[in-house]
């Protein structure tokens, strides 16, 4: 019998500090020492302490409350974009790859265009016709990122075409959906797991720069990447500002690449096409 391989320590500690931070942003109203939104002028940008472990921004509010109640923006719309995204490229890349011909010509060649299509552009065009907001963003967003899981699917299900598995449920009359979703969908889950734990980390940051911008969140909703966008102004006089913001964007997006580091050993990467 094969014996499964260890849980390498790359994946334990990403886990980890994933498992860590998302539970200090769920639980933001126990753990959060003040209200994100409540001023208090007579403090305005004071550098860290006791009582303000990240110190307080331009309108005297805690700076760790904003962050931990900030990452809720984030995280819910990285992690809901990122979900779309992967469930429209697997099933897009799947069908390219059972169906072939016509089909499969048509969706490469708009992966080429979207490829060739700077997501920040794509994103303000979307603002511009639609106006600001989370739904928005997460169709910007979704519109683009499934390319690199619809490669994926696709090359997986054109070198599983001539398995033993798939042969034999064709030669048993199985339908092409049935072949698609109990033979290949097995073997493109693991892979996709691994291409979407680098993938979201690379979306967290484009969506901190995005709100950087003035594309997110809606002052005075506190959120990463605004946080950063006010911080600039005050950057001489109270650098403190940028720690807290940017100290959770970088732990995030560590996590998440310690756990796809993680996750691609453990799978087998000589076994995963692109990797």
């Known amino acids: 019998m094969r014996r499964a391989k260890p849980m390498p320590d790359s994946l334990r500690a990403g886990v980890a500090l ?22 208090s002028p007579t403090v305005r940008l004071s550098p860290p302490s006791m009582e303000h472990p990240l110190g307080t921004d331009a309108f005297g509010r805690d700076i760790l409350s904003r962050v931990l109640y900030g990452g809720r ?8 974009a990122l979900s779309a995204a992967l469930c429209l490229g697997v099933c897009a890349g799947m069908a390219a790859g059972i169906l ?82 109990h033979e290949i969908l097995p073997k493109v889950t693991g892979p996709a797991w691994v291409l979407a734990t680098f993938e979201l980390g690379k979306l967290i940051l484009s969506l901190s720069a995005l709100s950087f911008f003035g594309l997110g969140a809606k002052p005075p909703s506190p959120e990463w990447g ?13 650098p403190h500002l940028l720690l807290g913001p940017a100290l959770f964007i970088f732990l995030t997006v560590l996590s998440l690449n310690l756990m796809g580091e993680g996750l691609r050993d453990r799978l087998d990467p000589f076994e995963i096409p692109g990797f």
Not at 18 to 39: G, K, M, S, T, Y
Not at 73 to 80: D, E, G, K, Q, V
Not at 116 to 121: E, K, L, R
Not at 226 to 238: C, E, G, I, S, Y
């Open 100 to 181: 072939g011909g016509l089909c499969d010509a048509v969706l490469m060649r708009i992966v080429d265009v979207l490829m060739a299509f700077p997501f920040t552009v794509l994103a303000l065009v979307v603002t511009a016709l639609f106006g600001t907001g989370f739904l928005h963003l997460l169709f910007a967003v979704a519109a683009v990122w499934w390319v690199p899981f619809a490669r994926l699917a696709r090359s997986i299900t054109l070198s599983s075409g001539n398995d033993t598995e798939v042969a034999a449920a064709r030669v048993l009359g199985a339908s092409g959906l049935t072949i698609a979703v």
């Open 73 to 80: 923006f984030t995280l819910t719309a990285s992690f809901a």
């Open 226 to 238: 605004t946080m950063l966008a006010d911080a600039k102004v005050h950057f001489f006089r109270a």
């Open 18 to 39: 994933l498992a860590l931070l998302v539970l200090a942003v769920v639980c933001a109203d126990l753990v959060a020492p003040f209200d994100p939104l409540e001023q």
